[in-house]
Structures are given as structure tokens and as C-alpha cells.
């Protein structure tokens, strides 16, 4: 009986994990370029990308007399035959969000036609990668950060090996790739929980931690492009309001 107990357990070992390799196998078969890339994926995520809900935290519904506007890209790419998308280090020399992970873009300027070009501009100026090299799919709703309009500009950039992205220290510290992969994995994924009482995703397998509202566009891209795959859902906690005395 003792020798049973012990090859139960080690069977149920052996069978858990074979499990969850055929699990992964299935998420990472979902993951390939050639299903993530196909015109039926991108078809279904322009139409999601651009109903999708935007967090409270960011609405720009909530003030109606902003009108700095800005622009970030989201460049989706490969990096040695796997998906995920290109973030970057902000400099420490730069006044607005240094040190913190972002998308490259930047403000819009007058020269530019539109906020598309915008982040493209700012992309090319921070690292270098050429207009011709990226292929816009949409872009999303406006969102509302500290009282500034961003348009987040959806994109795919073919394959980025980002060593060799020839960055803009003054605005750049590094580039690095985050994987569709690691992005989905849930066992890689926490929270924040703001002071005023709102919760987003903290995305934590790739070299740096991925927080606030770049975590916040990551989360809305992800919910839209491999929609089987991304199962992260959270609560935006309302504010609690104080008891009523007597």
C-alpha cells in the first residue's frame, strides 16, 4: 500500500505536469506569428482595439478642457521567430516620466500631419526605426494622462533585435523586448492599487516591470490581439466613501 501511495503521487506529479506542458504548448501554438499576424486576427483586433474600454484612471471623457495632445506607438515585432512588442527605459536626463517604462512618443508638434505622425516622428527620433518600416493596423481611443490627450498608435515593425536600435540617450536609457508570451503568463502578472482607489496590472517577465499606463495600454492591446490567450481580469476598486456621522 505504501508503495502504491508513492506511485500515486508520483504518477499525479508526472501527469500534472505533462498537463500543463500540453497547456502551454496549445497557448504558445496560439501565440505564433503566422495565427497572431493573419488578416482574420487583424481584422477582429481593430474592431476590439477601438471599442475597447479605456480605465477610469484614464478616460478622456473625464476632462473636457484638455488640449495638449500627444502620441505613443505600439510596435509589435518578432525577435528571433517570437512575438512581443518593443518598450523602452526613459532617460534620466528627460524632465517628464525618467527612468519609468514606456512606449516610444512623444507631443505632437505642429510640423505633424496628425497624431499618427506624431508617433512616428518621436519613434524614428528615439530609435531610429524607419517609417517604412512600420506598418500602422489602427489606432485606439484617446486616453487621459495628467491632463494631456494620448493616441495610442498600433503597429507592427517586423523583426527588432533591440541591441542593435541605434537609441537616443538623451531621451532613451535602453529598448528591450517583452514577449506575448510572458505578457500572458498569469504567473508573471500583479497589481497596483493607487491612492485613489484604482487598480491596473503590473506585467513583471520581461526585463523591466511594466506598470501605470504604459501597463494599462499593454492591457487593452492584449485583452484585443490574443484575446484565447489573455485571461488577466481585474477590478478598478470605486472610491470608498466616508460613513455618514450619526
Known amino acids: 500500500m505504501k508503495l502504491y501511495s508513492v506511485f500515486l503521487r508520483c504518477s499525479q506529479r508526472y501527469f500534472s505536469t505533462e498537463s500543463q506542458r500540453n497547456i502551454n504548448a496549445i497557448k504558445f501554438e496560439h501565440l505564433r506569428p ?19 474600454i479605456i480605465p477610469e484612471r484614464y478616460d478622456s471623457k473625464r476632462i473636457d478642457h484638455n488640449t495638449t495632445q500627444a502620441a ?8 528571433k521567430g517570437e512575438l512581443g512588442f518593443i518598450y523602452t527605459l526613459r532617460s534620466t536626463k528627460v524632465t517628464a516620466n525618467r527612468g519609468q517604462v514606456s512606449f516610444p512618443g512623444g507631443m505632437y508638434d505642429k510640423k505633424d500631419s496628425n ?13 531610429k526605426i524607419p517609417k517604412k518600416k512600420i506598418d500602422i493596423w489602427t489606432s485606439g481611443n484617446i486616453f487621459d494622462k495628467q491632463n494631456v490627450k494620448v493616441l495610442p ?15 537616443n540617450t538623451d531621451e532613451v536609457e535602453e529598448a528591450f523586448f517583452f514577449s506575448l508570451r510572458n505578457l500572458c503568463d498569469l504567473s508573471l502578472c500583479r497589481f497596483t492599487h493607487f491612492r485613489d482607489s484604482y ?5 513583471l517577465g520581461g526585463k523591466y516591470r511594466v506598470w501605470g499606463f504604459t ?28 460613513q455618514k456621522k450619526g
Open 72 to 79: 505613443v506607438l505600439i510596435p509589435l515585432c518578432t525577435n
Open 115 to 127: 497624431l499618427e505622425e506624431t508617433a512616428l516622428r518621436e519613434t524614428w527620433e528615439e530609435l
Open 199 to 203: 487598480t491596473l496590472p503590473v506585467y
Open 215 to 242: 501597463a494599462a495600454l499593454t492591457h487593452m492591446v492584449l485583452t484585443a490581439l490574443v484575446p484565447d490567450i489573455y485571461k488577466l481580469e481585474f477590478i478598478s476598486l470605486p472610491k470608498i466613501l466616508p
Open 153 to 167: 498608435v498600433f503597429s507592427y515593425v517586423g523583426e527588432i533585435d533591440p541591441e542593435k536600435l541605434q537609441i
Open 34 to 52: 503566422e495565427v497572431v499576424l493573419s488578416k482574420e486576427n487583424r481584422k477582429s483586433f481593430i474592431e476590439k482595439f477601438k471599442s475597447g
